[in-house]
C-alpha cells in the first residue's frame, strides 16, 4: 500500500538557518504531494503541494519539488524564523481515488534565536 | 482560512460516558473525514463520508461512530468513553473531485482526557 516516510525530529535550528526535511512517499500511481503544517493547539493547514512529477510546490519562503525519479519531496527554506516552530507533515493523496491522505509522522521543528 | 468548526476544543470525561464531537464546514464541501492525532503527533484516518447518509471506517480501528444526515455536519460519537481514548480528534472536508489533488482543510481539534 501507500505509504509515506519523513526524517524524525525534533529539528532544532537557529534563526536564519536552512532548512531541510527529508520525505520520501511508495505508491503504486502517481499521487499528488502535500506538506502540512500543524501550530501549537492548531489543526493543519496546507503549506504547498504538487500534483505532479517535476512540480516545484511553494508557499511563505518554503519550496518542494516532486521527484518522482527518487519517488521524494523534501521539503525546504532558506532561512527559517522563529515563527516557522511547528511540526510538519509529508502526505500523499490516494492513489485509487477519494481523496483520503496517506501521512508521514510528522517532523517537529523548533527554531531558536 | 477555512470555515471548519469544532466543538469542544477541550474535554475531559469520566470512564463510560457518552460524547458527542462537533464538526461542522461552511463551504459545501461533499467529503469529510475524522482523524484520531496520538500523542506523538501521527494522524490516522477514522471515519470518512463523501456525502450525506454515506459513511466508511477508516484505516484505524474504533469504536466510535459517526453520521451524515446533512452535508454541514459530521459529529462523531462514542458511546461509553474509556482511558483509551484520549487523544486528539480532528476533522477535515475538501470538495469532491476525482483527481486527488484536492485539498483538505482541518479544523482546530478537539483534545479529550478520559479519567
Known amino acids: 500500500g501507500d505509504s509515506v516516510t519523513q526524517m524524525e525530529g525534533p529539528v532544532t535550528l537557529s534563526e536564519e538557518a536552512f532548512l531541510t526535511i527529508n520525505c520520501t512517499y511508495t505508491a503504486t500511481g502517481y499521487p499528488s504531494l502535500f506538506w502540512y503544517v500543524q501550530y501549537p493547539g492548531e489543526g493543519l493547514q496546507l503549506l504547498l503541494k504538487?500534483?505532479?512529477?517535476?512540480d516545484k510546490g511553494s508557499n511563505k519562503g518554503f519550496e518542494a519539488t516532486y521527484r518522482k525519479e527518487t519517488t521524494s519531496f523534501h521539503l525546504e527554506k532558506g532561512s527559517v524564523q522563529v515563527s516557522d516552530s511547528a511540526v510538519y507533515f509529508c502526505?500523499?493523496?490516494?492513489?485509487?481515488?477519494?481523496?483520503?491522505?496517506?501521512f508521514g509522522t510528522g517532523t517537529q521543528l523548533k527554531v531558536e534565536l | 482560512e477555512a470555515d471548519i468548526y469544532q466543538t469542544p476544543r477541550y474535554l475531559v470525561i469520566g470512564t463510560g460516558k457518552k460524547i458527542t464531537l462537533e464538526c461542522s464546514q461552511t463551504?459545501?464541501?461533499?467529503?469529510m473525514y475524522w482523524y484520531q492525532q496520538d500523542p506523538g503527533m501521527e494522524l490516522h484516518l477514522i471515519h470518512y463520508s463523501y456525502g450525506v447518509n454515506s459513511t466508511e471506517k477508516g484505516d484505524l480501528s474504533s469504536e466510535s461512530t459517526v453520521s451524515r444526515i446533512r452535508t454541514e455536519h459530521f459529529p462523531l460519537t462514542l458511546e461509553s468513553a474509556r482511558p483509551s481514548h484520549t487523544s486528539q480528534y480532528l476533522c477535515a472536508s475538501t470538495p469532491l473531485g476525482t483527481g486527488g489533488e484536492e485539498t483538505q482543510y482541518f479544523g482546530p481539534g478537539t483534545r479529550l482526557l478520559v479519567l
Open positions: 504538487a500534483t505532479k512529477a517535476d
Open positions: 502526505a500523499l493523496s490516494d492513489t485509487r481515488g477519494g481523496n483520503k491522505l496517506t
Open positions: 463551504m459545501g464541501h461533499d467529503k
